[in-house]
């Protein structure tokens, strides 16, 4: 079983910058495509950003494209999201989130990220 334990929400102002964290336990996630989505009241959970194994391959949203830098640590068995620039519009609950069948190929869809995390919460005032 795996258990995704995401970190470093809060409430900032828009223009500021704040890094995300998860922790991954119960199996080395290094070989497998992590990313991270977000879902914002009343919308359904979009796809953020996603790293593949060994960190070779990066996919962004358009929405975060050049402000946000996904990374991970194989070390650490973590995965980390860099987010600058913040706007009123990435107010969301951000979720971490593990493809255990795929090394390279990066999923914008849910679907195929079968182990989440349980959230944390980034509001960006205006």
């Known amino acids: 079983q795996v258990q995704l334990v995401e970190s470093g929400g809060g409430l900032v102002q828009a223009g500021d910058s704040l890094r995300l964290s998860c922790a991954a336990s119960g199996r080395t996630l290094s070989r497998y495509v992590m990313g991270w989505f977000r879902q914002a009241p009343g919308k359904e959970r979009e796809f953020v950003a996603a790293?593949?194994?060994?960190?070779?391959?990066?996919r962004y949203s358009d929405s975060v494209k050049g402000r946000f830098t996904i990374s991970r640590d194989s070390a650490k068995n973590a995965v980390y999201l860099q987010m600058n620039s913040l706007k009123p519009e990435d107010t969301a609950v951000y979720y971490c989130a593990v493809d255990t069948d795929n090394r390279l190929t990066i999923a914008t869809m849910s679907a195929p990220y079968k182990y989440w995390g349980q959230g944390t919460q980034v509001t960006v005032s205006s």
């Open positions: 790293i593949s194994a060994g960190g070779t391959n990066t």
